[in-house]
T-cell receptor, first 114, second 111 residues
Framework: GENVEQHPSTLSVQEGDSAVIKCTYSDSASNYFPWYKQELGKRPQLIIDIRSNVGEKKDQRIAVTLNKTAKHFSLHITETQPEDSAVYFCAVNAGGTSYGKLTFGQGTILTVHP | DTEVTQTPKHLVMGMTNKKSLKCEQHMGHRAMYWYKQKAKKPPELMFVYSYEKLSINESVPSRFSPECPNSSLLNLHLHALQPEDSALYLC??????????FGEGSRLTVL
């Protein structure tokens, strides 16, 4: 099955700094790569996603880059704010016919200090 | 309406009880999911329904029984659970290979 590794497991930054979280995956047929943010006691919510036909996508302070050859993708958050503090999960869909099946990384606990 | 609604929010049950978790969405999504999430862990896929048919069962024990009565509803029937089944159960819906919309979850405690 799909193997998704996410690093780092915890990340502590000062407000205004940038944060980068990286995920690697194993299935070369995967073509959808979302990032979810989960605040304490809340549901996971999509913050950005990318498909395999593009290398980068940006939405205000958040960007995702994808390197299909190396099978890794990264979340970049610039000008971090305390409200960015949460657990971030990357995910990868199973390629081939197993559509709808997302495998999540182990999560990164991001803490932004004021 | 961009909501996935789950009931109940909290459930405590004994190992001999039978209970059900319910999920509803009105976004016209054709895929619905059950995920299980333990504390400080990622969501783990349990079941996927596509066009009201079970398309993925991730080798989930038979004490968990999913049901999709129609395209808007998804149930998870629980019977003879174990304490280690205590977790947050998340329902989600999506179009195929699109954003997953998660419900707030049902927090289950098995005594």
């Amino acid at each position: 099955g799909e193997n998704v590794e996410q690093h780092p497991s915890t990340l502590s930054v000062q407000e205004g700094d940038s944060a980068v979280i990286k995920c690697t995956y194993s299935d070369s047929a995967s073509n959808y790569f979302p990032w979810y943010k989960q605040e304490l006691g809340k549901r996971p919510q999509l913050i950005i996603d990318i498909r395999s036909n593009v290398g980068e996508k940006k939405d205000q302070r958040i960007a995702v880059t994808l390197n299909k050859t190396a099978k890794h993708f990264s979340l970049h958050i610039t000008e971090t704010q305390p409200e960015d503090s949460a657990v971030y999960f990357c995910a990868v869909n199973a390629g081939g016919t197993s559509y709808g099946k997302l495998t999540f990384g182990q999560g990164t606990i991001l803490t932004v200090h004021p | 309406d961009t909501e996935v609604t789950q009931t109940p929010k909290h459930l405590v049950m004994g190992m001999t009880n039978k209970k059900s978790l319910k999920c509803e969405q009105h976004m016209g999504h054709r895929a619905m999911y059950w995920y299980k999430q333990k504390a400080k862990k990622p969501p783990e896929l349990m079941f996927v329904y596509s066009y009201e048919k079970l398309s993925i069962n991730e080798s989930v024990p038979s004490r968990f029984s999913p049901e999709c009565p129609n395209s808007s509803l998804l149930n998870l029937h629980l019977h003879a659970l174990q304490p280690e089944d205590s977790a947050l159960y998340l329902c989600a819906s999506s179009q195929i290979i699109e954003e997953l919309f998660f419900g707030e979850g049902s927090r289950l405690t098995v005594l």
